[in-house]
């Protein structure tokens, strides 16, 4: 069973002529049913610091015993706020294909004579893509006319594609059929039977050093590398661990970005999707919150409080920081453990966003001399306003202050 450090993570975590118009030949049933059953970020069955509002599918197959084998994935654009796919080398976790193995929602053209539904407001249903996932050595007559191709380097021996959506609408699976995974024989271009799934790293563990969370005052964010742990392309991540004892809490902030409520704000807004969520020392997700689910002051700033439900003083701390306004964060040392892994994560739509976490050098915290070049390292004085920070107190501090706890101003 792979496993992948503590560090590597956090220091850090596809030429067919359709038509939307009639009904396609039937389906392999079980081109549907090769995926493996779904991952959710919220029911802690899940490590790797999974988002609480994305949903995966994974298809794994061994190129070795199929060397001469692309795949071919049919489906629908779904209701969700965000769909992706991205092909790992499984065992490594990760890719190092030169060429692009991710595909996010936007970027996908959509069948003959259906719209991207991710581009387009419609009230039309049933809009169908293709995607293919190929190795780099693909012969070109086999490229040549294909869009929406996912690469995985030649040499990888177990290619996993990841299928995923954030905050579906409509069920798990967003209102529409899970894709339909065939294969596409690479020496004679014909469509064959998918191989068999074998088993993903996904679905194993992450190994982490005895001292990888410490107490710390402060509650300063780095920017995690994009490296391991099967990364999300558009994704971006800032960090800050440490050890929350019973009688403290945590209290951090950062400006919202915008985010869309609808198709037609893609464009407009900061960016697609951002979150926070909170992990433990296992690299499960026990809490979540969404930028739609966000109280946001009348200065613009995200608020946010993580407690230990277990003290004698919370629910003073709670009816305090609900009467702020903050964004209640609940604990439970007892179930979940001391150590903390607070990731703040954003999906950047425009790369020209002006407090992009990729202004910041991916290397960073207390691993390296971060205040060798501070502005690169520190998520608040990379990115200012925009970069989460905070600090860790006692709860009998944060009661006698009123809830008035100074980081960038009186968070109230």
Not at 50 to 66: I, L, M, S
Not at 128 to 138: F, I, N, S
Not at 197 to 215: D, H, K, Q, W, Y
Request: proline share 6%.
């Amino acid at each position: 069973m792979k496993k992948i450090s503590f560090l590597a993570l956090a220091v850090c975590a596809m030429l067919g002529f359709t038509s939307c118009e009639k009904n396609d030949a039937p389906e392999q049933v079980e081109g549907k049913n090769l995926w493996g059953d779904v991952l959710r970020g919220d029911d802690m069955q899940l490590q790797f610091y999974p988002d609480h509002f994305a949903f995966y599918w994974e298809y794994t197959f061994d190129a070795v015993a199929n060397p001469e084998i692309g795949l071919i994935i049919e489906g629908e654009f779904p209701n969700a706020r965000f769909l992706s796919y991205n092909v790992y080398d499984d065992d490594e976790q990760t890719s190092f294909c030169t060429q692009n193995y991710s595909l996010m929602d936007v970027e996908i053209e959509p069948d003959y004579g259906c719209i991207n539904t991710f581009r387009e407001e419609t009230t039309a249903t049933h809009q169908k893509y293709t995607v293919y996932v190929l190795p780099t050595d693909a012969p070109e007559s086999i490229v040549a006319g294909k869009e929406n191709i996912c690469w995985f380097d030649a040499d990888v021996e177990k290619v996993c594609t990841m299928l995923r959506y954030y905050i579906p609408v409509g069920g798990v699976n967003a209102g529409v059929d899970m894709p339909s995974i065939k294969a596409i024989d690479l020496t004679t271009g014909n469509e064959v039977n998918a191989p068999e799934r074998v088993l993903s790293g996904i679905r194993g563990e992450m190994e982490l050093p005895s001292a990888a969370f410490t107490p710390s005052p402060t509650a300063l964010f780095f920017r995690a590398p994009f490296s391991y742990a099967y990364p999300n392309g558009p994704s971006e991540y800032c960090y800050s661990r440490n050890v929350l004892e019973t009688d403290e809490v945590i209290v951090f902030n950062f400006k919202a970005p915008s985010y869309p409520s609808r198709v037609s704000e893609f464009e407009t807004a900061d960016m697609r999707y951002w979150s926070v969520c909170v992990g433990n020392e296992e690299t499960y997700t026990p809490l979540a919150i969404s930028d739609y689910q966000t109280k946001i002051d009348a200065n613009g700033f995200a608020n946010y409080i993580l407690a230990d439900k277990n003290s004698a003083d919370y629910a003073e701390v709670k009816r305090i920081a609900e009467e702020k306004g903050y964004n209640i964060l609940e604990w439970d040392g007892e179930a979940w453990r001391k150590g903390v892994m607070i990731l703040y994560r954003n999906m950047v739509f425009d790369e020209d966003y002006a407090h992009s976490m990729r202004l910041l050098d991916p290397v960073g915290g207390p691993d390296v001399d971060v205040m060798s070049n501070p502005d690169k390292y520190i998520a608040v004085l990379g990115l200012g306003e925009w970069g989460a920070t905070g600090a860790k107190i006692s709860t009998t501090q944060f009661i006698a202050a009123g809830g008035n706890i100074p980081l960038r101003q009186p968070l109230q």
